[in-house]
């Protein structure tokens, strides 16, 4: 089915008249479980009544693949540690049970009915709480639609809650269910968050909201019936579908709709339809993000032309070999003052297309190409690059590459940094940007200034990195499709994490396990040890009596992403006194510490955690690891190495995209690159 959301007119409708497995048999419209297309309204109920779950960490850990559904997770591996959204876009049943104890019961049933589901209120009435938890969070028989109103439900999670009585030619606007912004706002980020890396991932249309169910057939003939609502994220074609596929499972049915949706509308936001990841559409990247600036240089030594805007009116500037600096005067000002401006104040500084050099006051100076715009927010100046894709390649290349990488390598990390950047534009979609100048999205903040060089020096590598990926064709990697987010890490130690273990739903062309090249390298070997108090606070989130430390009434515990030796560090556990256990993700941790600390002390994500006392209980934490990063996509090290054994750099992303395309985005010189296939 395929509706407006704006208008509830229904486009097409192929299920009229039919009755196939998951259906009952009988007069009127054919009628089936929801299954997992309930979890939505299940979040968004939980989130208006209980904002704090917003925040909160959800835990699912591996189990048997014998345990029911309402004691496990469908997917027996466990998704590590989840927040709020990524639980929905994982359709994660460990999360959704512990909502489900939340919700209260008589309102959420009446959330349902005023979204016409059908509800066997008696049946209901008669069941424990924990199966009543197991009916709302889709695993049950209790609650059930027909595929019509079904699909009328879920317009509301993204349409701002109009309920409509879907028609072809009338359609009738029942009522507006009234859902908390937040909530909305959080659910939405978890439907959008399935079609990028999520349950629905196989649509093939990341910029889409979505959500896949897989339930029993009621036909009696056994199998699955898979289902897949997608909606487009506002814009000009305001249309959602609901697919049913009888004989399947809800990515299956993913898949078929990606089909269709790219056969009809093309790709979201290229225009050019499938396989196209946005080669001309600038990136726009969030600079110093790590850190809120007070004042910020900006020297355009070739010359070039800036604006400052304000309630005054604007000022236009030569920039030509003028240093101007900018200063935050609170909420919605900044202050300009050098070169043809004294005290310019306003709220919006910005340039045309230029080669700056940026030295924010505290921090290394850097060379950046694009349009830079500079505002003032709460806590200080954002700053803002728009840039070429090609562009933010080589600039993220200069800061990530290794040194003393052959020149192979160095073309390599080229593409994965290009291919990187072009599969995950909008992962700062509310702050106006697509990606940050962190390790979050892409490190932009070396750029080859640890030996103090000035700009022509830098200018100049920067050039070169350039020149580097427009002998690739500025390529990226491709497979089935979809642009790859193509990761990389400094040293894996000799073992290569697969990115669904770090990133539930990050499934793709990565090559996991042994890598025989690193296993003899000792680099990667490292030792952190922290203070157990400052340990504790950072998972924790509260201040740590010494009490406590004292009387021994603590435990922590390091959450692995599952029991192979080898297995990455997915988060901490840790408890305090006599109250309950906290669990934080290590990203969270790793955040803290740097904030206490002021440096990174955890290098890798494998590791164990040991006491460093002699007598194994007293003394600080100490954390023995190997590898350096995330350990997942391609290693540096190992780049390098096959590098110096000749290969060149298709044959290192074959090893480490195995199944990959190498895809270019522009003619390099002397011809056009071959696509390559690895086997």
């Excluded at 879920?154 to 912004?181: E, F, I, K």
């Excluded at 992962?427 to 103090?452: I, M, W």
């Excluded at 040890?529 to 009434?553: H, P, Q, Y």
């Amino acid at each position: 089915m395929l509706a407006n959301l704006r208008t509830g007119r229904l486009l097409a409708d192929s299920s009229l008249g039919q009755e196939g497995a998951g259906h009952e048999a009988g007069a009127g419209p054919a009628v089936s479980l929801p299954g997992s297309l309930l979890k939505p309204f299940l979040f968004l109920r939980v989130a208006a009544d209980h904002p704090e779950t917003l925040k909160r960490l959800f835990t699912c850990l591996p189990s048997s693949p014998e345990a029911g559904s309402e004691q496990a997770c469908w997917d027996h591996r466990g998704h590590g540690i989840l927040r709020f959204s990524q639980a929905l876009s994982q359709s994660c049943q460990r999360g959704a049970a512990e909502l489900a104890a939340l919700v209260e019961p008589a309102v959420f049933l009446r959330d349902l009915d005023l979204l016409r589901f059908q509800l066997d209120h008696g049946r209901i009435s008669t069941m424990t709480s924990e199966e009543v938890g197991a009916e709302f969070a889709g695993h049950g028989r209790s609650i059930r639609s027909d595929e019509r109103e079904l699909f009328a439900a879920l317009m509301t999670t993204v349409n701002g809650g109009y309920l409509y009585r879907l028609d072809r030619q009338s359609p009738v606007l029942l009522r507006r269910v009234a859902w908390s912004p937040k909530a909305a706002s959080a659910v939405r980020r978890g439907l959008s968050m399935a079609v990028s890396s999520g349950t629905a991932r196989r649509a093939g249309v990341p910029g889409l909201l979505g959500k896949t169910g897989t339930v029993p057939a009621d036909s009696g003939r056994g199998g699955t019936l898979g289902r897949v609502f997608l909606s487009a994220d506002g814009g000009a074609s305001p249309v959602a579908l609901l697919l049913r596929l009888d004989r399947g499972t809800g990515s299956d049915a993913a898949e078929l709709a990606g089909r269709i949706w790219r056969t009809c509308f093309g790709s979201p936001g290229s225009g050019s339809g499938r396989g196209d990841p946005g080669l001309r559409r600038p990136v726009r990247i969030l600079l110093f993000s790590l850190t809120p600036l007070r004042a910020l240089e900006i020297r355009a030594p070739a010359g070039g032309q800036g604006r400052i805007d304000g309630a005054a009116g604007s000022f236009d500037l030569d920039l030509a070999g003028s240093s101007m600096k900018l200063t935050w005067r609170g909420d919605g000002q900044l202050e300009l003052s050098g070169g043809t401006a004294v005290s310019k104040l306003g709220s919006r500084f910005s340039t045309l297309p230029l080669r700056l050099m940026l030295s924010p006051f505290g921090l290394r100076p850097r060379v950046v190409e694009g349009r830079l715009s500079v505002t003032a927010g709460s806590k200080g100046l954002r700053v803002r690059l728009e840039t070429t894709p090609g562009l933010a390649a080589a600039m993220a290349a200069l800061a990530e590459h290794s040194p003393g990488a052959p020149l192979e390598a160095l073309r390599a990390q080229i593409v994965v940094c290009n291919s990187y950047i072009l599969a995950s534009r909008g992962r700062h979609r509310v702050e106006g940007a697509d990606l940050c100048d962190t390790t979050h999205c892409q490190l932009l903040s070396g750029t080859g200034v640890e030996d103090g060089a000035g700009f022509k020096t830098l200018s100049a590598r920067l050039a070169r990195f350039s020149e580097l990926g427009s002998s690739t064709g500025t390529g990226y990697l491709s497979r089935d499709g979809r642009t790859v987010p193509a990761y990389f890490h400094p040293f894996c130690g000799g073992y290569l994490a697969d990115p669904e273990d770090l990133w539930p739903g990050a499934a793709g062309p990565f090559r996991a396990g042994v890598d025989s090249r690193c296993a003899e390298e000792s680099e990667g070997d490292w030792v952190a040890t922290i203070e157990k108090k400052t340990l504790l606070e950072a998972v924790l989130g509260t201040t740590v009596e010494s009490a406590d430390l004292e009387a021994n009434s603590y435990g922590l515990r390091v959450i692995p992403s599952g029991p192979d030796p080898h297995a990455v560090v997915t988060g901490f556990e840790a408890w305090i006194g006599g109250r309950a256990p906290r669990t934080q993700s290590l990203a969270r941790v790793h955040r803290a510490l740097r904030q206490s600390l002021g440096r990174w002390p955890i290098r890798g994500y494998r590791f164990r955690l040991v006491p460093s006392g002699s007598d194994g209980d007293g003394g600080d934490f100490r954390l023995q690891g190997r590898g350096r990063g995330h350990l997942a996509g391609m290693c540096q090290t190992g780049a390098a190495r096959l590098a110096r054994e000749g290969k060149d750099h298709h044959e290192i992303l074959k090893h480490y995209f195995p199944g990959a395309d190498l895809v270019p985005n522009q003619r390099p010189p002397g011809g056009l690159a071959a696509p390559v296939r690895s086997r």
